[in-house]
T-cell receptor, first 112, second 114 residues
Framework: SQTIHQWPATLVQPVGSPLSLECTVE??????LYWYRQAAGRGLQLLFY??????ISSEVPQNLSASRPQDRQFILSSKKLLLSDSGFYLC???????????FGPGTRLTVT | AQSVTQPDIHITVSEGASLELRCNYS??????LFWYVQSPGQGLQLLLK??????LVQGIKGFEAEFKRSQSSFNLRKPSVHWSDAAEYFC????????????FGKGTTLSVSS
């Protein structure tokens, strides 16, 4: 069976500090991978998705970047965090862009 | 491009009462449709999905949804709500060969009163 991991589970970072969130998937190959953000009281915002190693599509221009160094690893980064980067970050995978996505447990990021 | 609307931001239902959460989509062809549930502080869990065939789809936790092409709807139902069903529910639409990721609705928060 497939499993998706995210870490850390929670993170408190000062404004201007860097960020690295990691997501890994087990039990499947060539997954599509996604990063979402949920701000308080808002829905899901798709940030990035990837259909293969080194292939990143950005949905919203902002202070964040994503990388996929390995087939089942997806990393979300920032060089300098803003207060507005606070939120709940979710990673997901799917077999096809149009098919169901399976979500990780999320990372709660608070920028102070 | 596809889109999805969940008209109700917040719904309160008494425990034991029936539930219907609305979802409307926009897409020129037959879409793929999904319902997810999210408990506070957790990731989303897939409740059910529709690709083709029988328009009444059964899911986990006693939920079902019905695809109505004429109404462009995919409403989620449960005959008797339990307090543990209190959560946020998201509808999503996918479009084969569109080259785009799933589009999620903004969600409906379900509260269950005793």
């Amino acid at each position: 069976s497939q499993t998706i991991h995210q870490w850390p589970a929670t993170l408190v970072q000062p404004v201007g500090s860097p960020l690295s969130l990691e997501c890994t998937v087990e039990g499947t190959s060539n997954p599509n991978l996604y990063w979402y953000r949920q701000a308080a009281g808002r829905g899901l915002q798709l940030l990035f998705y990837s259909v293969g190693i080194g292939q990143i599509s950005s949905e919203v221009p902002q202070n964040l970047s994503a990388s996929r160094p390995q087939d089942r690893q997806f990393i979300l980064s920032s060089k300098k965090l803003l207060l507005s980067d606070s939120g709940f970050y979710l990673c997901a995978w799917s077999r096809d862009l149009a098919y169901e996505q399976y979500f990780g447990p999320g990372t709660r990021l608070t920028v102070t | 491009a596809q889109s999805v609307t969940q008209p109700d931001i917040h719904i309160t239902v008494s425990e034991g009462a029936s539930l219907e959460l609305r979802c409307n989509y926009s897409y020129g062809a037959t879409p793929y449709l999904f319902w997810y549930v999210q408990s506070p502080g957790q990731g989303l869990q897939l409740l059910l999905k529709y690709f083709s065939g029988d328009t009444l789809v059964q899911g986990i936790k006693g939920f079902e949804a019905e695809f109505k092409r004429s109404q462009s709807s995919f409403n989620l139902r449960k005959p008797s709500v339990h307090w543990s069903d209190a959560a946020e529910y998201f509808c999503a639409v996918g479009a084969d060969q569109a080259g785009t990721a799933l589009i999620f609705g903004k969600g409906t928060t379900l509260s269950v009163s005793s």
